[in-house]
């Protein structure tokens, strides 16, 4: 199985816009392989957000509710995404049923773990929807704070993102491991994310009021959680959508940094490498 390079490889600064524009780049490229990896995952998670939304009309049971389920589809992607990305190899293509074997219960594991460094984010935020409630002159405040814990979680959760590379490929190393690789990165990597979901989010953005023009209606509908049939369904198909362009995005994101700081090698490329050796 294809390891990481020597560790005392010398740590480099990421280079920002060249990962950026890879990360684009490979994902539309291997457009094919990309829906194959989310075809179901991506069916089961709008069938799951429909039924939910359905039956709980409170938005915090229902993340809490999907937070497993959720993590396995995503994972149940991803692991297809960046074992095709790495290995480059024809065994290593994605197909309709994924088949994660055993590397799924570690990366659902650490998925959950590193999930926690969102929860004072997550406190804060529910604090901050009471007190702007009440128009509690305090409210920005707890608005700051979360927009730093959140910013401060998704760093950490970068730092250690490492993880579920090695994981997908099989390979030893852990979160110690992925800490020491990225150090010197961490807001490179921040960075990188930000600017590579920027695009899915402004169009996310700019649908709101576009539907507002087209359908007056319909928007009010979403907007009071209202929405039934073809309208719910095709508003959760299009978040749905959004969210595994951006998990694909970030995943390829991943590995080209992956790459870059730990000299990753896919196994297509040492075959072709060791022919002129």
Do not use: C
């Not at 039934?228 to 595994?244: D, P």
């Not at 694909?248 to 590995?255: D, E, I, N, Q």
Request: charged fraction near 15%; avoid cysteine.
């Amino acid at each position: 199985m294809n390891q990481s390079a020597a560790k005392d490889l010398p740590l480099e600064g990421l280079p920002i816009w060249q990962i950026v524009k890879a990360s684009y780049r490979d994902t539309f490229r291997h457009s094919r392989a990309f829906a194959t990896a989310a075809a179901l995952p991506f069916l089961i998670s709008v069938i799951l957000a429909a039924l939910t939304t359905g039956a709980i009309e409170d938005q915090d049971q229902v993340l809490v509710v999907r937070i497993i389920p959720d993590s396995i589809l995503v994972a149940l992607f991803e692991i297809a995404w960046l074992r095709f990305l790495l290995l480059d190899t024809d065994a290593a293509r994605p197909s309709f049923l994924p088949r994660p074997g055993a590397r799924i219960l570690p990366y659902v594991g650490y998925a959950l773990f590193l999930l926690l460094l969102s929860v004072p984010s997550y406190v804060t935020f529910l604090a901050f929807e009471q007190l702007a409630d009440v128009r509690t002159p305090d409210w920005w405040v707890f608005l700051a704070a979360t927009l730093l814990l959140y910013v401060v979680g998704i760093y950490f959760s970068l730092r250690f993102g490492f993880v579920y590379l090695w994981i997908a490929v099989d390979a030893p190393e852990r979160l110690g491991a992925s800490w020491r690789r990225t150090r010197g990165n961490g807001l490179r990597l921040l960075l990188i994310l930000f600017i590579v979901a920027a695009p899915p989010f402004l169009l996310t953005l700019s649908s709101v009021p576009l539907l507002a023009v087209l359908s007056p209606e319909s928007a009010a509908r979403l907007d009071n959680n209202s929405a039934t049939g073809l309208l719910l369904w095709t508003n959760i198909a299009v978040e749905e959508l959004i969210n595994y362009v951006l998990y694909g995005l970030s995943a390829t994101a991943m590995v080209h940094a992956f790459r870059h700081l730990t000299g990753w090698i896919s196994d297509r490329d040492r075959t072709i490498l060791e022919r002129f050796e």
